[in-house]
């Protein structure tokens, strides 16, 4: 069984604040990771990707992966209220098949 | 940028009617996916394809049938729609760096 797992939240934080957002995934064989965010009533929209260990910093946005404990996040720094969304993670396991989580609604208080 | 178009932003049918879902990409990709998203649920793949004329079950196919004639073109087609067949659609397209996804079509089936 293919899985993919996230804390649905919702999780608040204040304006300004780090937001933390967690994925933990079945596959061990999985190279390929994914963050993206929905607007109500929009379709999803990547903002990150990261194939390798560590943190990959975009911007406001860090993606953090660790293979060994099959563990990716999604930090946002300063958060702001247009960052209130859903985040979804996304994990490449069959071929160019991805594997996606429940989401995490996130909601940034001003 | 990939432009994925999805033909109807929101349809209203009634039961047992055939629907047509359309969706095109325009960068030349070979994958394309269909999910549907429910709350609670998350996203749920229904069919890809990798290549023209070539199509693939995903997770939840029952009821569902797709169609990939041209490269840009991948339809999905709800045989004889059904109340429990109410959700919003999503096509992707890919290469390698995560997917590009449709704005969707909210269906509503009566």
């Known amino acids: 069984q293919k899985e993919v797992e996230q804390n649905s939240g919702p999780l608040s934080v204040p304006e300004g604040a780090i937001a933390s957002l967690n994925c933990t995934y079945s596959?061990?064989?999985?190279?390929?990771f994914f963050w993206y965010r929905q607007y109500s009533g929009k379709s999803p929209e990547l903002i990150m990707s990261i194939y390798s260990n560590g943190d990959k910093e975009d911007g406001r946005f860090t993606a953090q992966l660790n293979k060994a404990s099959q563990y990716v996040s999604l930090l946002i720094r300063d958060s702001q209220p247009s960052d209130s969304a859903t985040y979804l993670c996304?994990?490449?396991?069959?071929?160019?098949?991805?594997?996606f989580g429940t989401g995490t609604s996130l909601t940034v208080i001003p | 940028d990939v432009k994925v178009t999805q033909s109807s932003r929101y349809l209203v049918k009634r039961t047992g009617e055939k629907v047509f879902l359309e969706c095109v990409q325009d960068m030349d990709h070979e994958n394309m996916f269909w999910y549907r998203q429910d709350p609670g649920l998350g996203l749920r793949l229904i069919y890809f394809s990798y290549d023209v004329k070539m199509k693939e079950k995903g997770d939840i196919p029952e009821g569902y049938s797709v169609s990939r004639e041209k490269k840009e073109r991948f339809s999905l087609i709800l045989e004889s729609a059904s109340t429990n067949q109410t959700s919003m659609y999503l096509c992707a397209s890919s290469f390698t760096d995560g997917y590009t996804f449709g704005s969707g079509t909210r269906l509503t089936v009566v």
């Open positions: 596959d061990r064989g999985s190279q390929s």
């Open positions: 996304a994990v490449n396991m069959i071929g160019n098949q991805f594997y």
